[in-house]
C-alpha cells in the first residue's frame, strides 16, 4: 500500500471529497449496484485506484459469483470481504483481495486465522483498528500486512496503528485524509 491514509467512503458526497483529493486509492464501503458503473468511470477519469466493499454493495450477493462479475465489469484495484469465497476469486483474478476481519473476542480472532490460512489474503483490515496490540500480534503471526480500520478517529489513533505495525489505516473521518503522518 503506498499510502497511509485510504479514505473510506460511505456516500457519493464522500467520494467526490476523495477524488478532489491528492490521495490515489480509496475505498467505497457501502453503495448500490446501480452506483458502480458511475463511481467507475468517475474514479478512472480522477486517476483513482478504487477498492469495493463487496460485502456491502447493495443488491449483490456477496459471493465468488458477484465478485468475478466485479473484477471484469470494473476492473477495481481491489475487493474487501469477510468472505474467504470471495477473496480468493479476487486474487484469481489478480485483483489485490482484502480478508477483513472482526476482532470480536478469542475465538472469532482463532476463526478468522483460519480463515487466512485458507485463503492467504494481499493485506487483512483489522476491525476495530485502534487495538495497537491487537494489530502487532496479528502481522507478527500471520505475515500478511494489516490494515487498520473502524474507530480510527483521531490522528493519534492512526499514528498508533501505524506504530503497530500496520501498513495503512482506513478511515471515512474526512478529517483525518489529509493529515500526514
Known amino acids: 500500500m503506498n499510502q497511509k491514509i485510504i479514505p ?23 453503495m448500490h449496484v ?4 458511475n463511481v467507475s468511470r468517475l474514479a478512472k477519469e480522477h486517476g483513482k485506484k478504487m477498492i469495493y466493499h463487496l460485502d456491502m454493495i447493495h443488491g449483490l450477493k456477496n459471493d465468488d459469483f458477484a465478485a468475478e462479475y466485479i473484477c471484469q465489469a470494473y476492473k477495481p484495484y481491489g475487493l474487501i470481504s469477510t ?14 483481495a482484502i480478508q477483513r476481519i472482526f476482532l470480536l473476542d478469542s475465538r472469532a480472532l482463532e476463526k478468522s486465522y483460519k480463515l487466512i ?24 503471526s500471520l505475515q500478511i500486512p494489516v490494515i487498520a480500520g473502524g474507530l480510527i478517529r483521531t490522528k493519534e489513533d492512526a499514528k498508533n496503528a501505524l506504530n503497530a505495525g500496520a501498513v495503512a489505516i482506513t478511515t471515512s473521518k474526512t478529517e483525518l485524509w489529509s493529515v500526514s503522518l
Open 83 to 96: 468472505k474467504g469465497n470471495v477473496i480468493l476469486k479476487a486474487k484469481q483474478k489478480g485483483v489485490t
Open 8 to 30: 473510506s467512503c460511505f456516500s457519493m458526497r464522500d467520494f467526490e471529497k476523495f477524488l478532489e483529493s491528492p490521495l490515489e486509492t480509496g475505498i467505497f464501503v457501502e
Open 34 to 37: 446501480a452506483q458502480l458503473k
Open 117 to 140: 490460512a485458507k485463503t492467504n489474503p494481499d493485506y487483512i483490515e483489522v476491525l476495530p483498528g485502534m487495538m495497537p496490540e491487537m494489530i502487532r500480534e496479528i502481522k507478527d
